[in-house]
């Protein structure tokens, strides 16, 4: 989406945390998909809160945009991760809304607070004798993509057509 | 009261063992008719009750099942929504009707877009073309972009969507955790391509977890295979729990054409194996079958309530039945009661008290007619009593009078007995049954006095035995008393041998002279034959007779109890004295006698006698015979 956002991007980093199993995960995925998209990675790997600083100039130097991975790391450093990206001018793409309410150019991912309310209910059943290992791994069922329209006007950016047919949350 | 004290003992008596027996029966009838209305009112209570319950229940259990059935076709419904809903985002944007020609791509992925937009279950949604490849796709969770190796003309939502209409594939499970459901609908024309969707059945979740069965109870979604698909307890669903063994289930599947009316809510066991109330509908076009189920107990919780309540309310009811039955019992029960103790206190011989029973019916007239009989009864009694009274005072008077009879006619007896003494039977007789002594008060009157005496008695009496001077008296007295009476004499006194009679006294004798004679003579024959016959037996006696005639005075003398009843007076001396002066056989008589009878009688004159008491010498007369002469038989 980030590629269809920025049309002109060629290189997007990638901040991950390698400590993360969840970043893992994603930043396999990432670049499976980052052939068919066309665009080359450019891996920013972030394993504290202080390296992130460099980790932008890293990808303000060497990319267009960023792609921020959704993990706890990058939850807990939401603030900073967004300052760095207004600062450097990178056009990101998060995992969560609440980055794009920060300040955050857009993201797609699923409702937190509702991941977190089924996450609740699990350690319910957990706490009430049911075992880890019975109860079934739900995926999430709704995706919003949301955009911070005064960061694209701010970045320059021109919304596409095909995206604003996916938009879900307008945060302006 | 008193005749009726001397007769209450034993009316008591009676009263008092038919009291016992009574008490021994009281409360019988209050008893009886208590049980009788209780059980009566009670009965009918509890049939009816018993009916009615039965029939309520009937009623509703049926009214429950199709409650549940209800309940049931709801949850049916609204998964058919969420279906028809999404069909309709398809149909709508893959049969959208067009003016220009054929869509271009970009036309299609900017429906595609839009159905994304829209219908927020779909996942993923692809164009295959003509030949089953994949020319388009728009993903929530992959990257879009059509797959161009995959070859999906054999598959059966490319094959069944160009046949026509919507195809639903089976429910799969993505990441072998998740319910999907694969949409296909092809294009309009000849030789169509196919819009195929994946739909999250998560969603269904939602629905299925908002259905409120009961408080305990569920709904649930199972496919045409039985698999779960959608349950309030997702990870159910999401552990690919497998329901087809369930009896509802397998029910469900082997005739879901069954026509509504058959289709009937039933006991059934759930995956925990309680008992539940299973109901289902089917929900087409997919071919699944929802289930609606509730705990048996809570389902029927309802029909418990409704049967404790009319359970409490039996028990209410009878209670107030029995409470009601024992107050009519005493109703009815208390005038029969008063009546029994009046009529126990009335057989008591207490006859002053009313009975009281104020019930307006026959009950009040009886009691009525028992105080009226009862006031008879008193009426009668006092009747009876004043009778009995009188008849006891005229008894006492009766016997009173009769003692004072008694009394008089003693009295009298003794009166007579006296006067007899001296008085001809009859005129003894004839002074005491008239009661009047007053002749017998001294009085003057002129009599005829007859003085006899036996001559030589006294030398008699002297030689001989005493036995023979009482034989000789008594068979002299016998003559002299026959005389007497013959001749109604008066006897002055008994003087052994000696006797005075007089005559014209009391009862008035017109020919006291007469009879004064007439008595000498009879007594002369009579006592003539005793001296032959004295003489005969050695006894030398004779009789000697005075008659005189003049006034004297004649009255009782002497004291009580021996009383005399005499005449004073100088003819009784002069008759003395003339007897005195007779031989055997002679009776002398005075002038006045003489005078007095002359014709009657012969006499032979005497010439004159001196008499002791008497100046002058009285001319005497024997009385030879009488002229007509009687001769008495000897």
């Given at each position: 989406?980030l ?7 060629t ?22 998909a980052s ?12 394993r ?15 990319s267009?945009a960023i ?5 706890a790391?990058e ?11 207004t ?6 793409v ?29 350690i ?9 290992s ?15 329209a005064?960061?694209?006007t ?7 057509e ?6 879900t949350?307008?945060?302006? | ?32 008719y ?9 009965g ?46 398809l ?9 220009a ?6 036309q ?5 877009l839009?159905?994304?937009?829209q ?15 994949e020319?388009?796709?728009l993903s ?19 094959l ?17 955790s998740?319910?999907y459901?694969?949409?296909a ?13 994946e739909?999250?059945?998560?969603l269904i ?5 908002r259905?409120?069965v ?26 690919r ?12 599947r ?7 009316e ?11 194996g ?19 189920e ?11 309530g ?9 028990v209410?009811?009878?209670g ?22 009046g ?8 006859l ?8 307006g019916d ?5 009691a009525?007619q ?30 009173h009078t009769?003692e ?8 009298d007896?003794?009166r007579?007995?006296r006067l ?10 004839l ?22 005496d ?14 023979e ?17 013959r ?8 003087q052994g ?8 006294d009391p009862l ?26 004295w ?7 004779g009789?000697g007779?005075?008659?005189?005639v ?9 004291f009580e ?24 056989g ?17 006499t ?31």
């Amino acid at each position: 989406m980030l590629k269809e956002a920025i049309p002109g991007a060629t290189t997007i980093s990638v901040l991950w945390n390698p400590s993360e199993p969840v970043n893992v995960v994603e930043w396999d995925a990432i670049q499976g998909a980052s052939t068919t998209v066309g665009v080359r990675l450019l891996s920013v790997p972030v394993r504290q809160t202080d390296e992130l600083g460099a980790a932008f100039a890293t990808a303000r130097q060497g990319s267009d945009a960023i792609c921020i991975t959704g993990g706890a790391f990058e939850s807990n450093n939401s603030d900073r991760i967004v300052q760095l990206a207004t600062q450097h001018r990178l056009p990101a793409v998060y995992g969560f809304r609440e980055f794009v309410a920060k300040g955050g150019l857009m993201s797609y991912g699923t409702n937190a607070p509702g991941m977190y309310r089924r996450a609740a209910g699990l350690i319910d059943r957990i706490l009430k004798g049911a075992k880890p290992s019975e109860l079934p791994v739900e995926q999430p069922t709704s995706f919003d993509l949301a955009v911070n329209a005064q960061t694209a006007t701010d970045l320059g950016i021109t919304w596409p057509e095909s995206l604003n047919a996916r938009v879900t949350d307008v945060i302006r | 009261m008193v005749a009726v004290d001397a007769e209450a003992p034993l009316s008591r008596l009676s009263s008092d063992s038919d009291g016992v027996a009574a008490r021994r029966r009281r409360g019988g009838l209050f008893r009886k008719y208590a049980a009788l209305f209780a059980c009566l009112v009670g009965g009918i209570l509890v049939t009816g009750g018993a009916l009615e319950g039965y029939l309520s229940f009937q009623d509703h259990q049926a009214h429950l099942v199709v409650i549940q059935q209800e309940r049931a076709k709801a949850a049916a419904a609204k998964i058919e929504g969420f279906i028809g809903e999404i069909e309709h985002q398809l149909t709508a944007t893959v049969r959208a009707p067009r003016l220009a020609g054929t869509m271009t791509p970009e036309q299609r992925r900017g429906d595609y877009l839009r159905l994304l937009r829209q219908a927020p279950a779909v996942l993923e949604v692809s164009y295959l073309d003509a030949n089953g490849r994949e020319q388009e796709r728009l993903s929530r969770i992959s990257m879009d972009g059509p797959r161009g190796d995959l070859d999906l003309s054999q598959d059966p939502r490319f094959l069944q969507a160009r046949r026509g209409g919507i195809y639903y594939s089976p429910v799969y499970f993505r990441n072998e955790s998740e319910p999907y459901l694969t949409v296909a609908l092809a294009d309009e024309g000849r030789d169509p391509g196919v819009t195929t969707a994946e739909i999250n059945l998560k969603l269904i979740w939602d629905i299925v977890s908002r259905i409120q069965v009961g408080r305990g109870g569920r709904a649930y979604v199972v496919d045409r295979d039985g698999q779960l698909i959608a349950d309030p307890d997702i990870s159910m669903v999401l552990r690919r729990t497998d329901v087809s063994m369930l009896p509802q289930v397998a029910v469900a599947r082997t005739a879901p054409a069954r026509s509504d009316e058959a289709r009937q809510a039933a006991v059934a066991r759930d995956s925990q194996g309680r008992q539940v109330l299973a109901a289902y509908d089917t929900i087409d076009p997919p071919g699944w079958i929802v289930f609606v189920e509730e705990p048996l107990a809570e389902a029927l919780a309802p029909l418990y309530g409704f049967l404790l309540r009319a359970l409490a309310l039996l028990v209410i009811a009878l209670g107030a039945t029995v409470v009601i039955s024992l107050a009519l019992a005493r109703r009815i029960v208390r005038p029969i009661r008063a009546l029994q103790a009046g009529a126990t206190r009335i057989a008591g011989g207490a006859l002053d008290q009313r009975i009281e029973v104020r019930t307006g019916d026959e009950l009040e007239d009886l009691a009525e007619q028992f105080n009226h009989m009862t006031s008879e009864l008193r009426t009668s009694y006092s009747t009876l009593e004043n009778r009995v009274e009188q008849r006891t005072r005229e008894l006492a008077e009766l016997n009173h009078t009769l003692e004072d009879r008694v009394r008089q006619q003693v009295d009298d007896l003794e009166r007579v007995g006296r006067l007899r003494r001296y008085l001809a039977p009859q005129l003894a007789d004839l002074i005491v049954s008239s009661g009047d002594e007053s002749m017998l008060k001294s009085h003057r009157r002129r009599i005829s006095v007859v003085f006899c005496d036996l001559r030589g008695f006294t030398s008699f009496s002297e030689a001989a035995e005493p036995e023979e001077v009482m034989e000789v008296l008594g068979e002299y007295h016998a003559v002299l008393g026959e005389a007497i009476r013959r001749y109604e004499g008066t006897i002055a006194y008994f003087q052994g041998d000696g006797v005075m009679v007089f005559f014209n006294d009391p009862l008035p004798q017109p020919d006291h002279a007469e009879g004064a004679v007439r008595m000498a003579v009879f007594l002369r024959e009579g006592v003539a034959g005793l001296v032959r016959a004295w003489r005969r037996r050695g006894h030398s006696l004779g009789l000697g007779i005075g008659v005189a005639v003049g006034y004297a005075t004649i009255g009782r003398i002497g004291f009580e109890e021996r009383y005399e009843y005499t005449a004073i007076g100088s003819v009784a001396n002069m008759a003395a004295r003339l007897c005195a002066e007779a031989a055997d056989g002679q009776i002398l008589i005075s002038e006045p006698v003489q005078g007095m009878v002359e014709e009657l009688v012969e006499t032979e004159q005497l010439g004159t006698l001196t008499l002791k008491g008497f100046q002058h010498p009285i001319p005497a007369l024997n009385v030879v015979t009488m002229r007509d002469a009687r001769r008495p038989a000897t």
